[in-house]
């Protein structure tokens, strides 16, 4: 029996399959009707992972979340030591069971170790007949236990190597993407889904440095309102904090227990996942500085995955925020070449064609005084004025060749509200009334913009909506912003930071905001953000 067993483990290279069968066939070696398999954290502070035998899918969900480790199960993390019992309830250890738990009597543990550290504990519980597990059961057991520490090696191995390829795999098709010129949103979209599959998540995203603020440029999940994120600035301080450490934190919270951050369960929230479980922040850091954070996250309260795969995850951000540097250099590079370009044809036009011009006219000046007919003495003056108007108009564009080329505020509100289309699933439409361009003041220029991506970004997430309107107005008297949305309109409950974030870029500029939800019997929402006209003239 023990050489089957040992068999059976070690035929299968998958981790999860691999700890099913160990505690599978340890039941059946020693006749026992319970047995579970707990993998330890990496801090050895308690269990990450259980895995059954002998129980019903129905109990399983009756007896609530898997164990964590203490009481009689947590003896053998502290002394990783095979263990005997006749009686579970006769321990002084012993803190009893929990609600819905079946009863159980007799006891047999013994630790797994993978490469001489210990990796987990196999439990065994009620052997066969109501009788005690004997020495001889012991004996198998910790011989089974041996070949099962060589066979999850094994599986940890492959799956190290497995993810590892898939790692490499989605950074190298980014790379290639981002170097060919794909737009940059679309390079963003295909590193969040490559991390989401090698990490084997539910959802990851990736939020960028944006006029001093982290926004969600890009995510990918599995639920299909993973894509409502893009677009949500992380204004709490928490983010920032992370993002500039340079170190990735590892959130994990159970059901009961308070959320580890309230930003974090919003953010899984908003993209369908519940608000506990395990979330992974990871700065994507070039040299000494970060450039963004890439946010993992898993709806297994309890999977291991998180742990194997961070220090994978940490490399894989690290290489991407590399590969986007690395892109932006080469269009920098490019928009370099293409000035350098612009100044020697300036050079070329004011050395060489105006020169000609000018000499030219100065030879048709002096014909003219020569001229003793009327009508040739004017048709050369009127040469030499034309050539005047040519000169001045090489002039003029020998300035515009020398003027860096920068997107007008229309231009970016425009970039804006179309990267919007596949959050929402349609595209909103843009109205620009008045001259926005001739807003000159920076600040107001950023909280415009930040405007409108945080009121398309609630949309996105709670509205439900069909259309949505965007109206930019810049009059004598005023600078606004109108939001209109068809959807189901604004909750009596919930989150509101966002309005707080609109509510502040207003007053700061001695403005309001309005929100009129529902705007009509059918329900949508109107938001009106409104600021003086004297404050975006001002100096910020």
Sequence with gaps: MLLGAVLDVSSDLDLHEVLTRIVRSACAMVGAHYGALGVLRPDHQGLMEFVTDGLAPEQVRDVGHSPIGAGILGLLITDPRPLRLANLADHPAATGMPPNHPAMTSFLGTPIRVRGEVFGNLYLTDKVGGLEFSED???LIVALAAAAGMAIDNALMFEAARRQQQWSAALGEMGRALMSGLDPREALAMLAEGALHAAEAQLAA???LVDGELVVEAAWGLDAHAGSIVGTPLSEPHWMTVFESGEPLLLQ?????SAAESATAALRAAGGLPDHGQTALVPMTVGSGSIGLLV???DDEAAHVPYDVSGPLKQYADQAAVTLTAASAQEDRARMGVLEERERIARDM?????QRLFATGLGLQSAARLASHPFVQGHLIEAVDELDLA????RRMIFALHQAEVDSLTEELTELVAGFEQPLGFAPVLHVLGSPDEVGNEVIRLDLLAVVREALSNVARHAQARTVDVEVAVADGSVQVTVEDDGRGMADTGRRSGLANLTERAVRHAGALVVESPTDERGGTRLIWRIPRSSADSVA
């Design 137 to 139: 059961d012991e004996v």
């Design 206 to 208: 990736i939020a960028l």
């Design 253 to 257: 919270s159970r059901k009961g227990e």
């Design 296 to 298: 993992v996250a898993w």
């Design 350 to 354: 004011h050395d060489v064609v105006i």
């Design 391 to 394: 000169i001045k108009d090489i």
